[in-house]
């Protein structure tokens, strides 16, 4: 797609570990959690995704299934072996408000910023994202690396976004433009028809008249890490390496030690040896 020059989608894999993080969020108390599809892509085998915070618990993860994918909108159900509780949050259905105060939370950048849930508060820029994507909404609550799959809560309570994306800045400077704090989130309406087809009946807020720190307690516990493990570990030693050969033949293939003794010539690996050297010198002119 021709937006995605301009869009860094919020995970970046932990090198070390050779894992990804992003964030995810209980949406029926049957186990079931939503995040992005960027997060979870490529780990779609069994035990290649844990989730952490469950109920404020760090020390111990689940395994979550993949249910539901939805690649259009960046969005996925996952399903933990566990009860998650009365969720105190509800679900917007119609559009949040330009200028509407919205809040976000996840878990960015843990490796340095620690485990415990962030909160950031911002507005509703737009009712559309990049090139007036109607999916989408942009506002100005601070989001990072780590933060694809998090909700995005309003004053009242209501879930009325996933947040997936933030600008690509590097992007924007090569063409000499400038921006600051541009962040998406997919609306909660596609998040709600994916659950319908399921049959999974959305919560209704019980916060609405709480006050945000209020809010934050209550919404916390229900918000996790979302942990995959599917790519390779990456092994690095201190040793050294050769260089490789810039030759398009390679290198001369190497002669083994018994290549003097006359009965090496009848065998096997005489013959892979020869037709490799014979490979080697049509190729160079040798």
């Not at 959690?33 to 760090?58: C, W």
């Not at 509780?85 to 620690?114: D, H, N, W």
Request: net charge positive.
């Amino acid at each position: 797609m021709k937006k995605i020059s301009f869009l860094s989608l919020i995970f970046l894999p932990f090198f070390v570990f050779s894992q990804s993080a992003g964030t995810g969020f209980a949406i029926h108390s049957n186990g079931y959690i939503a995040t992005n599809y960027h997060v979870i892509k490529g780990a779609l085998g069994e035990e290649q995704i844990k989730i952490k915070g469950i109920q404020g618990d760090f020390l111990n993860d689940y395994t979550a299934i993949v249910i539901k994918i939805d690649k259009n909108n960046d969005l996925a159900i996952l399903k933990v072996n566990r009860e998650l509780g009365i969720i105190p949050y509800g679900f917007k259905q119609k559009a949040e408000g330009v200028a509407g105060r919205v809040y976000a939370y996840g878990y960015p950048m843990t490796g340095i910023l620690g485990e415990e849930v962030k909160f950031t508060e911002g507005i509703i820029n737009s009712n559309s994202g990049l090139e007036d994507d109607p999916r989408w909404y942009q506002h100005t609550a601070t989001i990072h690396s780590g933060n694809s799959g998090g909700p995005l809560f309003n004053n009242s309570g209501d879930l009325v976004g996933i947040n997936n994306a933030t600008i690509n800045y590097k992007e924007l400077r090569k063409r000499e433009v400038e921006g600051i704090n541009i962040n998406y989130a997919i609306k909660a309406r596609y998040l709600i028809h994916l659950m319908e087809d399921m049959e999974l009946i959305p919560p209704n807020s019980t916060m609405s008249n709480l006050n945000m720190q209020s809010q934050y307690k209550q919404t916390r516990t229900f918000v996790y890490q979302v942990i995959t493990t599917g790519a390779k570990k990456i092994k690095i030693t201190n040793k050294k390496t050769t260089p490789p050969d810039l030759s398009p033949c390679g290198e001369e293939p190497k002669a083994p030690p018994t290549y003097n003794n006359p009965q090496y010539k009848k065998t096997q690996e005489y013959k892979v040896y020869y037709k490799k050297l014979k490979a080697w010198r049509n190729c160079t002119g040798n």
